[in-house]
Protein backbone atom coordinates (compact mmCIF):
# COMPACT_ATOMS: atom_id res chain seq x y z
CA UNK A 1 0.00 0.00 0.00
CA UNK A 2 2.73 2.29 0.94
CA UNK A 3 4.71 1.57 -2.02
CA UNK A 4 1.70 2.30 -4.41
CA UNK A 5 1.33 5.73 -2.74
CA UNK A 6 5.11 6.29 -3.88
CA UNK A 7 4.44 5.11 -7.25
CA UNK A 8 1.32 7.81 -7.76
CA UNK A 9 3.45 10.18 -6.42
CA UNK A 10 6.49 9.99 -8.79
CA UNK A 11 4.16 9.79 -11.66
CA UNK A 12 2.55 13.12 -10.63
CA UNK A 13 5.98 14.83 -9.73
CA UNK A 14 7.18 12.92 -13.54
CA UNK A 15 3.73 14.66 -15.20
CA UNK A 16 4.48 18.32 -13.20
CA UNK A 17 7.73 17.95 -14.71
CA UNK A 18 7.16 17.24 -17.85
CA UNK A 19 4.31 20.13 -18.32
CA UNK A 20 6.56 22.60 -16.52
CA UNK A 21 8.81 21.77 -19.57
CA UNK A 22 6.54 22.10 -22.37
CA UNK A 23 6.06 25.84 -24.05
CA UNK A 24 3.76 26.96 -26.09
CA UNK A 25 4.78 27.88 -29.56
CA UNK A 26 2.93 31.85 -30.60
CA UNK A 27 1.64 31.68 -33.71
CA UNK A 28 3.28 32.91 -36.43
CA UNK A 29 1.90 36.22 -37.54
CA UNK A 30 1.24 36.46 -41.08
CA UNK A 31 1.84 40.25 -42.54
CA UNK A 32 -0.71 40.02 -45.74
CA UNK A 33 0.54 41.29 -49.20
CA UNK A 34 -1.20 44.13 -50.68
CA UNK A 35 -1.35 45.54 -54.22
CA UNK A 36 -1.25 48.89 -54.09
CA UNK A 37 -1.21 52.38 -56.31
CA UNK A 38 -0.27 55.74 -55.76
CA UNK A 39 -2.54 58.59 -55.83
CA UNK A 40 -2.05 60.68 -58.83
CA UNK A 41 -4.27 63.73 -58.89
CA UNK A 42 -4.96 65.32 -62.55
CA UNK A 43 -7.55 67.79 -64.39
CA UNK A 44 -10.66 65.53 -65.43
CA UNK A 45 -10.49 65.00 -68.57
CA UNK A 46 -12.88 62.71 -70.32
CA UNK A 47 -12.19 60.64 -73.20
CA UNK A 48 -13.82 58.98 -75.88
CA UNK A 49 -12.52 56.84 -78.44
CA UNK A 50 -13.99 56.19 -81.88
CA UNK A 51 -13.07 53.70 -84.96
CA UNK A 52 -13.29 56.08 -88.26
CA UNK A 53 -12.66 56.21 -91.53
CA UNK A 54 -10.67 58.39 -94.28
CA UNK A 55 -12.47 60.22 -96.78
CA UNK A 56 -12.57 62.96 -99.22
CA UNK A 57 -14.50 65.96 -98.20
CA UNK A 58 -15.86 66.51 -101.31
CA UNK A 59 -17.19 63.86 -104.17
CA UNK A 60 -17.97 64.13 -107.60
CA UNK A 61 -21.31 62.20 -108.88
CA UNK A 62 -21.04 62.48 -112.46
CA UNK A 63 -23.23 61.27 -115.02
CA UNK A 64 -24.08 61.58 -118.80
CA UNK A 65 -26.24 64.83 -119.24
CA UNK A 66 -28.30 62.77 -121.64
CA UNK A 67 -29.47 59.35 -122.16
CA UNK A 68 -28.14 56.09 -124.04
CA UNK A 69 -26.76 53.14 -124.10
CA UNK A 70 -23.03 52.52 -122.63
CA UNK A 71 -20.92 50.89 -125.26
CA UNK A 72 -17.08 52.07 -123.54
CA UNK A 73 -15.90 52.52 -120.01
CA UNK A 74 -12.40 53.55 -119.56
CA UNK A 75 -11.55 53.54 -115.96
CA UNK A 76 -11.96 51.07 -112.66
CA UNK A 77 -12.58 51.52 -108.77
CA UNK A 78 -9.41 52.95 -107.26
CA UNK A 79 -8.24 54.51 -110.25
CA UNK A 80 -6.61 58.34 -110.19
CA UNK A 81 -7.88 60.73 -113.53
CA UNK A 82 -6.89 63.78 -114.13
CA UNK A 83 -8.86 66.83 -115.08
CA UNK A 84 -10.34 66.08 -118.43
CA UNK A 85 -9.97 61.97 -118.77
CA UNK A 86 -12.41 60.20 -120.64
CA UNK A 87 -14.30 58.34 -118.10
CA UNK A 88 -17.22 56.45 -120.57
CA UNK A 89 -19.08 56.65 -123.60
CA UNK A 90 -22.65 56.31 -124.85
CA UNK A 91 -23.83 54.94 -128.29
CA UNK A 92 -23.18 57.93 -130.91
CA UNK A 93 -25.56 57.06 -133.47
CA UNK A 94 -28.44 58.85 -132.29
CA UNK A 95 -26.97 62.29 -131.65
CA UNK A 96 -25.08 61.53 -134.84
CA UNK A 97 -28.77 61.81 -136.56
CA UNK A 98 -29.99 64.39 -134.74
CA UNK A 99 -27.03 66.57 -135.59
CA UNK A 100 -27.69 65.36 -139.29
CA UNK A 101 -30.94 66.62 -138.84
CA UNK A 102 -29.93 69.94 -137.40
CA UNK A 103 -27.69 70.73 -140.03
CA UNK A 104 -29.98 70.09 -142.71
CA UNK A 105 -32.75 72.09 -140.99
CA UNK A 106 -30.34 74.58 -140.99
CA UNK A 107 -29.29 74.52 -144.84
CA UNK A 108 -33.24 74.78 -145.62
CA UNK A 109 -33.55 78.13 -142.90
CA UNK A 110 -30.44 79.51 -145.03
CA UNK A 111 -32.15 78.65 -148.24
CA UNK A 112 -35.44 80.16 -147.30
CA UNK A 113 -34.01 83.37 -145.89
CA UNK A 114 -32.35 84.02 -148.74
CA UNK A 115 -35.18 83.98 -151.05
CA UNK A 116 -36.90 86.25 -148.31
CA UNK A 117 -34.52 88.41 -148.51
CA UNK A 118 -34.43 88.55 -152.90
CA UNK A 119 -37.87 89.02 -152.98
CA UNK A 120 -38.02 91.31 -150.65
CA UNK A 121 -35.42 93.36 -152.57
CA UNK A 122 -37.56 93.04 -155.57
CA UNK A 123 -40.64 94.20 -153.92
CA UNK A 124 -39.12 96.83 -152.17
CA UNK A 125 -38.11 98.08 -155.62
CA UNK A 126 -41.94 98.10 -157.10
CA UNK A 127 -43.09 99.68 -153.67
CA UNK A 128 -40.87 102.59 -154.65
CA UNK A 129 -42.64 102.49 -157.89
CA UNK A 130 -45.90 102.63 -156.41
CA UNK A 131 -46.52 98.70 -158.37
CA UNK A 132 -47.68 97.12 -155.58
CA UNK A 133 -49.61 98.23 -152.87
CA UNK A 134 -48.76 98.97 -149.05
CA UNK A 135 -50.26 95.44 -147.86
CA UNK A 136 -48.72 93.65 -150.15
CA UNK A 137 -44.97 95.04 -149.49
CA UNK A 138 -45.69 94.05 -145.62
CA UNK A 139 -46.76 90.68 -146.63
CA UNK A 140 -43.19 90.38 -148.06
CA UNK A 141 -41.88 92.15 -145.01
CA UNK A 142 -43.22 89.69 -142.56
CA UNK A 143 -42.11 86.68 -144.85
CA UNK A 144 -38.43 87.90 -144.34
CA UNK A 145 -38.84 88.43 -140.79
CA UNK A 146 -40.35 84.59 -140.12
CA UNK A 147 -37.37 83.49 -142.09
CA UNK A 148 -35.04 85.15 -140.44
CA UNK A 149 -36.70 83.69 -136.97
CA UNK A 150 -36.88 80.56 -138.42
CA UNK A 151 -32.49 80.53 -139.56
CA UNK A 152 -31.93 81.82 -135.83
CA UNK A 153 -33.40 78.74 -134.61
CA UNK A 154 -32.01 76.21 -137.04
CA UNK A 155 -28.80 77.62 -136.15
CA UNK A 156 -29.52 77.12 -132.62
CA UNK A 157 -30.75 73.48 -132.82
CA UNK A 158 -27.86 72.72 -134.69
CA UNK A 159 -25.59 73.78 -131.57
CA UNK A 160 -28.00 72.10 -129.34
CA UNK A 161 -27.21 69.18 -131.30
CA UNK A 162 -23.56 69.33 -131.15
CA UNK A 163 -23.88 69.86 -127.90
CA UNK A 164 -25.74 66.57 -127.26
CA UNK A 165 -23.36 64.85 -129.76
CA UNK A 166 -20.18 65.50 -127.33
CA UNK A 167 -22.17 64.69 -124.21
CA UNK A 168 -21.93 60.69 -125.37
CA UNK A 169 -18.62 61.35 -123.38
CA UNK A 170 -18.52 61.81 -120.23
CA UNK A 171 -15.12 63.28 -118.88
CA UNK A 172 -13.71 63.96 -115.72
CA UNK A 173 -14.08 68.10 -114.33
CA UNK A 174 -12.09 67.64 -111.68
CA UNK A 175 -8.46 65.41 -110.75
CA UNK A 176 -9.36 62.55 -108.41
CA UNK A 177 -9.74 59.16 -107.15
CA UNK A 178 -12.55 57.05 -108.84
CA UNK A 179 -14.43 55.89 -105.43
CA UNK A 180 -16.98 53.91 -106.91
CA UNK A 181 -18.75 53.06 -110.43
CA UNK A 182 -22.85 52.55 -111.37
CA UNK A 183 -22.18 51.26 -114.83
CA UNK A 184 -21.27 48.51 -116.95
CA UNK A 185 -21.19 48.45 -121.08
CA UNK A 186 -24.24 47.51 -122.44
CA UNK A 187 -26.39 49.17 -119.66
CA UNK A 188 -28.66 51.98 -120.55
CA UNK A 189 -29.01 55.11 -118.23
CA UNK A 190 -31.09 58.05 -118.41
CA UNK A 191 -30.25 61.79 -118.09
CA UNK A 192 -28.69 62.98 -114.89
CA UNK A 193 -28.64 59.72 -113.56
CA UNK A 194 -24.79 59.09 -111.14
CA UNK A 195 -22.59 56.37 -112.73
CA UNK A 196 -19.05 57.77 -111.24
CA UNK A 197 -18.06 58.79 -108.18
CA UNK A 198 -15.03 61.05 -107.81
CA UNK A 199 -13.31 61.88 -104.20
CA UNK A 200 -11.76 65.14 -104.45
CA UNK A 201 -8.35 64.55 -102.69
CA UNK A 202 -7.87 68.03 -101.81
CA UNK A 203 -9.19 67.71 -98.59
CA UNK A 204 -9.91 64.59 -96.34
CA UNK A 205 -11.63 63.94 -92.97
CA UNK A 206 -12.83 61.32 -91.02
CA UNK A 207 -15.97 60.27 -90.59
CA UNK A 208 -17.27 58.18 -87.32
CA UNK A 209 -20.68 56.64 -86.17
CA UNK A 210 -21.63 58.02 -82.52
CA UNK A 211 -24.54 56.34 -80.18
CA UNK A 212 -27.39 58.74 -79.45
CA UNK A 213 -26.09 58.46 -75.66
CA UNK A 214 -22.67 59.73 -76.43
CA UNK A 215 -23.92 62.96 -78.48
CA UNK A 216 -23.04 65.24 -75.73
CA UNK A 217 -19.07 64.53 -75.75
CA UNK A 218 -19.00 65.41 -79.07
CA UNK A 219 -21.00 68.67 -79.15
CA UNK A 220 -18.51 69.38 -76.03
CA UNK A 221 -15.51 68.44 -77.21
CA UNK A 222 -12.64 70.60 -76.30
CA UNK A 223 -9.58 69.01 -78.33
CA UNK A 224 -9.95 65.99 -81.27
CA UNK A 225 -6.60 63.64 -81.64
CA UNK A 226 -6.36 61.34 -84.75
CA UNK A 227 -4.23 58.45 -85.54
CA UNK A 228 -3.70 56.31 -88.34
CA UNK A 229 -3.79 52.51 -87.92
CA UNK A 230 -0.84 51.99 -90.05
CA UNK A 231 0.92 54.20 -87.62
CA UNK A 232 -0.76 54.38 -84.32
CA UNK A 233 1.81 56.47 -82.35
CA UNK A 234 1.34 59.52 -84.17
CA UNK A 235 -1.54 62.03 -83.74
CA UNK A 236 -3.12 64.69 -86.20
CA UNK A 237 -5.09 67.55 -84.84
CA UNK A 238 -8.77 67.46 -85.70
CA UNK A 239 -12.32 69.50 -85.66
CA UNK A 240 -15.69 68.56 -85.86
CA UNK A 241 -17.17 69.81 -88.86
CA UNK A 242 -20.85 68.31 -88.75
CA UNK A 243 -23.21 66.92 -86.64
CA UNK A 244 -25.66 65.04 -88.87
CA UNK A 245 -28.87 66.22 -87.52
CA UNK A 246 -30.94 62.62 -87.55
CA UNK A 247 -29.43 58.94 -87.14
CA UNK A 248 -29.15 56.52 -89.65
CA UNK A 249 -32.24 54.42 -89.83
CA UNK A 250 -30.44 50.72 -89.63
CA UNK A 251 -27.67 51.29 -87.30
CA UNK A 252 -29.71 54.06 -85.07
CA UNK A 253 -26.16 55.84 -84.87
CA UNK A 254 -24.68 59.76 -85.43
CA UNK A 255 -22.94 60.36 -88.49
CA UNK A 256 -19.81 63.08 -87.20
CA UNK A 257 -17.51 64.11 -89.76
CA UNK A 258 -14.00 65.60 -88.44
CA UNK A 259 -12.05 68.10 -90.89
CA UNK A 260 -7.78 67.16 -90.70
CA UNK A 261 -5.70 70.06 -89.87
CA UNK A 262 -2.55 68.26 -90.03
CA UNK A 263 -1.71 67.30 -93.97
CA UNK A 264 1.04 63.78 -94.03
CA UNK A 265 1.44 62.13 -97.55
CA UNK A 266 0.81 58.61 -95.75
CA UNK A 267 -2.82 59.71 -95.03
CA UNK A 268 -5.14 58.11 -97.74
CA UNK A 269 -8.51 58.24 -98.98
CA UNK A 270 -9.86 54.63 -97.51
CA UNK A 271 -7.63 54.40 -94.35
CA UNK A 272 -8.88 53.21 -90.93
CA UNK A 273 -8.36 55.92 -88.00
CA UNK A 274 -8.53 56.09 -83.98
CA UNK A 275 -10.07 59.21 -83.47
CA UNK A 276 -9.78 60.07 -79.75
CA UNK A 277 -12.28 63.07 -78.54
CA UNK A 278 -11.36 64.64 -75.30
CA UNK A 279 -13.39 66.42 -72.88
CA UNK A 280 -12.33 68.67 -70.60
CA UNK A 281 -14.55 69.29 -66.85
CA UNK A 282 -13.34 71.85 -64.42
CA UNK A 283 -11.67 70.49 -61.24
CA UNK A 284 -9.18 67.79 -60.48
CA UNK A 285 -9.96 63.53 -59.89
CA UNK A 286 -7.80 60.50 -59.06
CA UNK A 287 -8.35 57.55 -60.86
CA UNK A 288 -8.19 54.18 -59.32
CA UNK A 289 -9.10 51.16 -60.15
CA UNK A 290 -12.94 49.84 -59.44
CA UNK A 291 -11.70 47.14 -56.87
CA UNK A 292 -9.99 49.60 -54.99
CA UNK A 293 -13.15 50.89 -53.55
CA UNK A 294 -14.50 49.34 -49.59
CA UNK A 295 -17.89 50.05 -48.39
CA UNK A 296 -18.01 51.93 -44.89
CA UNK A 297 -21.53 51.83 -43.57
CA UNK A 298 -22.61 52.35 -46.70
CA UNK A 299 -20.20 55.30 -48.04
CA UNK A 300 -17.34 54.45 -50.55
CA UNK A 301 -13.43 54.70 -48.51
CA UNK A 302 -10.39 53.25 -49.56
CA UNK A 303 -7.31 51.67 -47.60
CA UNK A 304 -4.60 54.17 -47.28
CA UNK A 305 -1.01 52.29 -46.60
CA UNK A 306 1.36 54.28 -44.42
CA UNK A 307 4.65 53.85 -45.44
CA UNK A 308 5.99 54.88 -41.53
CA UNK A 309 4.06 52.29 -40.12
CA UNK A 310 3.43 49.87 -43.01
CA UNK A 311 -0.11 49.34 -41.69
CA UNK A 312 -3.14 50.46 -43.46
CA UNK A 313 -6.23 52.70 -42.22
CA UNK A 314 -9.21 53.40 -43.70
CA UNK A 315 -10.33 56.81 -45.69
CA UNK A 316 -13.47 58.18 -46.84
CA UNK A 317 -13.30 59.50 -50.03
CA UNK A 318 -16.25 61.34 -52.19
CA UNK A 319 -16.80 59.49 -55.71
CA UNK A 320 -17.18 61.78 -58.93
CA UNK A 321 -18.04 59.16 -61.22
CA UNK A 322 -17.92 55.34 -62.24
CA UNK A 323 -16.31 54.33 -65.37
CA UNK A 324 -16.33 50.79 -67.01
CA UNK A 325 -13.19 49.50 -64.88
CA UNK A 326 -12.06 52.89 -63.15
CA UNK A 327 -13.78 55.10 -60.43
CA UNK A 328 -12.93 59.13 -60.13
CA UNK A 329 -11.91 60.31 -56.73
CA UNK A 330 -13.43 63.75 -55.90
CA UNK A 331 -11.86 64.39 -52.59
CA UNK A 332 -10.37 62.42 -49.70
CA UNK A 333 -7.54 61.41 -51.26
CA UNK A 334 -4.14 63.77 -51.21
CA UNK A 335 -1.50 63.30 -53.76
CA UNK A 336 1.27 60.89 -53.21
CA UNK A 337 -0.39 58.81 -51.03
CA UNK A 338 -0.57 55.19 -51.07
CA UNK A 339 -4.25 53.05 -51.59
CA UNK A 340 -4.66 49.15 -51.81
CA UNK A 341 -6.22 48.31 -54.91
CA UNK A 342 -7.27 44.66 -55.01
CA UNK A 343 -7.80 42.46 -51.79
CA UNK A 344 -10.01 45.38 -49.53
CA UNK A 345 -12.50 43.51 -48.40
CA UNK A 346 -9.36 41.39 -46.36
CA UNK A 347 -7.92 43.81 -44.49
CA UNK A 348 -9.33 45.76 -41.03
CA UNK A 349 -7.79 48.72 -39.21
CA UNK A 350 -4.20 49.08 -38.14
CA UNK A 351 -3.58 45.96 -40.13
CA UNK A 352 0.04 45.66 -40.73
CA UNK A 353 0.98 44.72 -44.79
CA UNK A 354 3.44 44.36 -46.84
CA UNK A 355 3.76 45.89 -50.77
CA UNK A 356 3.80 43.46 -53.68
CA UNK A 357 4.49 44.98 -57.04
CA UNK A 358 2.42 44.08 -60.18
CA UNK A 359 5.08 41.84 -61.69
CA UNK A 360 5.03 39.61 -58.97
CA UNK A 361 0.96 39.65 -59.02
CA UNK A 362 1.50 39.07 -62.37
CA UNK A 363 3.66 35.76 -61.51
CA UNK A 364 1.30 34.48 -59.40
Known amino acids: MKLNKIYLFLTLFILMWLTGCTQETPPKT ?6 TQQVEIKENWRKATYAGEIEARYNMALGFRIG ?17 TLLARLDPQDSNLQLLNAEGGLEAAKAEKRKAELDLKRYNKLYKQKMISAAEHLR ?8 EARYTQARANLDVARNQSSYTRL ?8 VSLNMEVGQVVIAGQTVVNVALPDEKEVVIAVAENRLNEVHNADEVKISLWVNPSKFY ?3 IREISPGADPVTRTYTVKISLLDDDPLIQLGMTTTVVIIQKEKGKVAKLPLPSIYQQQGKPA ?8 STVHLQQVKIEEYLFNAVLIRSGLKNGQIVVIAGVNKLHEGQKVRLMDKSQDSDN
Open 171 to 178: YADKGGVI
Open 30 to 35: VIRPVL
Open 140 to 147: FSNIMAIA
Open 237 to 239: KGK
Open 302 to 309: VWVYSTQT
Open 68 to 84: GKIVERFVEVGQIVAPG
